[in-house]
């Protein structure tokens, strides 16, 4: 006890000195703090993208090879609906495989409804009729006609609801009803989200058309809220209405050329795969692109989707990486710095101590505390400093990095006067992004007891460097040199 | 010389045999001690008289161990304590030797009572019992109540030699080593630490005060006088060496 208040009260023979090297030291540790926490938050970005990339695969056109095909045969190519489609059989093919769980089939689509209001002609509705979701320019149909895309709905067919990734991701959730089975593949339900049934008085049970038939009402799902700003709405959803796969391929015929219906039977605008393990994962995606596909199909997983997001992700870590080593190491420099030149301001002390009893480790532990004392107290400082400054450093470091790679000007809207000019204008339009990207803009740094952790280790981490000194200096000491003068 | 002069061995509480103690300066060895045998007896008061760069402080320090030999022996009840292991060395300057320095050393920082309590915490003492015995000794230099708790900034030269005395007396040690203790304080008050010395002395305690000043003799039982790192004994030399001195 006697060389914890020793330790301590050393602190005040230097006062002003020691306050600045507090300061110093307080700022360092709030870096590397604010750093470790950031390196944690976005481990788990980077764990939840992973994660939800999982060992599910898309099985697609191959747009490449379209493109391609258009440079030989001319844009004609881009009439023929049957091109972007695939054979039901090739999912059969696809089953085979030995490493495969489960293929599901998708068809989406879009169909025109007079009778339903959709959320964007509810927006008109608001906002007099200059409300436009994302769409500047006029999109003209295959007859000249410009499309009205409030009177438009978005349909997918499916034919699992669990292999979809907006059920796994948990970005849809069920509220009322049930989900379909295969069982009900070609029966004319329909799962609808909560607000367009709202908005349209649809029920569990109800009714409703889709290119004159009746379907009904099976489920009722709510699409995770994306706050926006009033004038987008307040709020971003998706009201995708999900209906069996084998409905949609009757329901959503497209035209062809010379306005020819294609038959959809047979078909599908995409195959979802599941393999067994994340290993097979690559192995099965190269033998579908290389044994199964003419280059006209392509698998893949999402990671395209997701890398630029770990890509950002990663440039943030090494950003706040090297933050955190440049804190800590200028840390340690200032500790040692200033326990050199307490050590050598007292060594007619340390000659005293020596000479009056105390053993090598009596000296240092009196400094160890000395040390401690003042990384603590830069700890508690350090604390206050985090509060104020946390958010703000890590919305600039994410914010800079993801307007250093474009991000800012790839999600902004035009004509909107806001954060743009910050950096990154991440705050607003989430509507294109893929989920790490929202959980990343919405990054909020929380200070876990792991943190706390990592924080009094640091702390001592410190301190215990800052004693090295002292501590090889007090060894080599010899009393009689230094006691000999005064 | 002085071994075998020796009448009284059971009084004989510290001794030194062929000791020798050599430094390096500027590429030069420096022969700081040269073959000392002297025998310091229990309840005498000692007086090592040289002039400045003679050896005596080495001596000192040897005999505190706060420096090794390159050679000799220093005996210590039985014990020669250069052989030492260095936990012992640091046992034997906590509970055998008491140190006073010329410029009091005392920590600056802690109070008069905390520097008398300091070398009472290495043997574990416990709180009351320190400051309870640390009263006692600051009482018996002569140290007033009301500056107990003054920092030595705040203490006369005299006051501040007494605290080191106090501090030196804290683990009741056989032995007083003081180097130079009224160098750095008027005559007056010089005095009167070296009455407090003897008084110690007459106490049971061996003291060894090293000097220049000649005057300190007065009250030494023995007086040994050093030149060149050698040891003449005072009986026999005193007016030879006096005049080089």
Redesign the interface.
Same mark, same amino acid.
């Given at each position: 006890?006697?060389?914890i208040s #020793?330790g301590i009260? *050393?602190i005040? &023979?230097n006062k002003i000195r020691n306050i600045a090297v507090i300061l110093v030291l307080a700022l360092c540790l709030s870096l590397a703090l604010m750093m470790i926490n950031m390196d944690f938050s976005l481990d788990n970005i980077t764990k939840s993208v992973k994660r939800k990339i999982g060992t599910r695969f898309d099985v697609t056109t191959n747009y490449e090879y379209i493109e391609e095909l258009a440079k030989k045969e001319g844009e004609r190519i881009y009439d023929n609906p049957e091109l972007f489609l695939i054979d039901e059989s090739l999912a059969d093919e696809i089953s085979k495989i030995d490493s495969i769980e489960r293929v599901s089939k998708i068809m989406h689509g879009e169909f025109k409804s007079e009778k339903l209001k959709s959320f964007e002609a509810e927006m008109r509705q608001k906002q007099g009729g200059d409300y436009v979701v994302a769409v500047e320019e006029k999109v003209i149909g295959e007859e000249g006609e410009e499309i009205d895309y409030s009177k438009m709905f978005y349909v997918m067919g499916i034919e699992d609801a669990d292999m979809i990734k907006q059920f796994q991701e948990g970005d849809i959730n069920l509220v009322e009803g049930n989900l379909f089975k295969r069982t009900d593949i070609e029966q004319n339900v329909a799962l609808i989200e909560k607000n367009f049934a709202e908005r349209n008085r649809l029920k569990l049970d109800s009714e409703f058309i889709i290119n004159n038939e009746k379907i009904k009402v099976c489920g009722i799902y709510e699409f995770k809220k994306i706050e926006q700003p009033e004038e987008f709405g307040g709020y971003w959803g998706e009201e995708t209405i999900y209906i069996p796969f084998k409905t949609a391929q009757r329901l959503l015929n497209r035209r062809g050329r010379e306005g020819v219906n294609v038959d959809m039977k047979g078909k599908a605008d995409m195959l979802t795969v599941k393999v067994d393990s994340l290993d097979n994962v690559q192995k099965t995606i190269n033998y579908i692109n290389n044994t199964l596909s003419d280059g006209r199909i392509k698998a893949s997983q999402e990671w395209t989707k997701y890398a630029q997001i770990l890509y950002s992700t990663k440039s943030i870590k090494k950003i706040s990486t090297i933050s955190m080593i440049s804190a800590f190491a200028a840390g340690v420099l200032i500790i040692l710095s200033i326990m050199f030149i307490n050590t050598r301001q007292r060594a007619?002390?340390i000659?005293?101590?020596? =000479?009056?009893? =105390?053993?090598n480790i *009596?000296i240092s532990s009196q400094f160890l505390i000395e040390s401690i004392s003042l990384c603590v107290l830069a700890l508690i400082l350090s604390s206050i400093i985090i509060l104020a400054v946390n958010k703000p450093l890590s919305d600039f470091i994410i914010g800079q990095t993801l307007g250093r790679y474009g991000y800012g000007e790839m999600w902004f809207p035009e004509g909107i006067e806001t954060e743009k000019e910050k950096g990154a204008g991440y705050e607003l339009e989430t509507a294109e992004m893929s989920p790490g990207f929202v959980e990343l803009i919405n990054l909020k740094i929380i200070f876990s007891p792991q943190i706390l952790i990592y924080a009094i280790l640091i702390t001592f981490l410190l301190a215990a460097i800052g004693s090295l000194i002292p501590a090889y200096y007090i060894s080599k000491l #010899?009393? =009689?040199e230094v006691? &000999?003068?005064? | 010389m002085d071994n075998n002069n020796n009448n009284n061995e059971n009084n004989i509480v510290l001794s030194t045999k062929n000791l020798n103690k050599t430094f390096k300066m500027g590429g030069k060895i420096v022969e700081a001690v040269k073959d000392i045998n002297i025998d310091f007896e229990d309840s005498t008061l000692i007086s090592i008289v040289g002039k400045s760069g003679s050896g005596k402080s080495t001596l000192l320090n040897l005999l505190g161990s706060l420096e090794r030999p390159d050679s000799g022996e220093i005996i210590f009840e039985d014990k020669n304590i250069v052989k030492l292991s260095d936990k012992k060395l640091i046992d034997y300057r906590r509970k055998d030797v008491g140190f006073v320095f010329q410029f009091f050393n005392l920590i600056p920082n802690l109070t008069a009572i905390e520097n008398v309590t300091l070398p009472m915490e290495f043997v574990k003492l416990n709180k009351e019992e320190r400051i309870k015995r640390a009263k006692e000794l600051l009482r018996k230099v002569d140290i007033e109540e009301d500056r107990f708790s003054h920092t030595p900034l705040k203490l006369s030269g005299g006051q501040q030699q007494r605290v080191a005395i106090a501090r030196a007396l804290a683990n009741d040690p056989k032995i007083i080593l003081a180097d130079e203790p009224t160098g750095n304080i008027d005559s007056e008050t010089g005095e009167l630490i070296v009455k407090l010395l003897h008084k110690l002395s007459e106490e049971g305690k061996t003291v060894i005060i090293v000097t220049h000043d000649a005057s300190i003799t007065k009250l030494s039982d023995k007086t040994y006088y050093i030149y060149d790192g050698k040891v003449i004994k005072k009986d026999n030399c005193l007016g030879k060496v006096k005049s080089k001195l």
């Open positions: 006890m006697p060389t #020793r009260k *050393n005040f &023979r007619k002390d000659g005293i101590l020596k =000479a009056i009893g =105390a053993s *009596n #010899r009393p =009689a006691l &000999r003068f005064g | -």
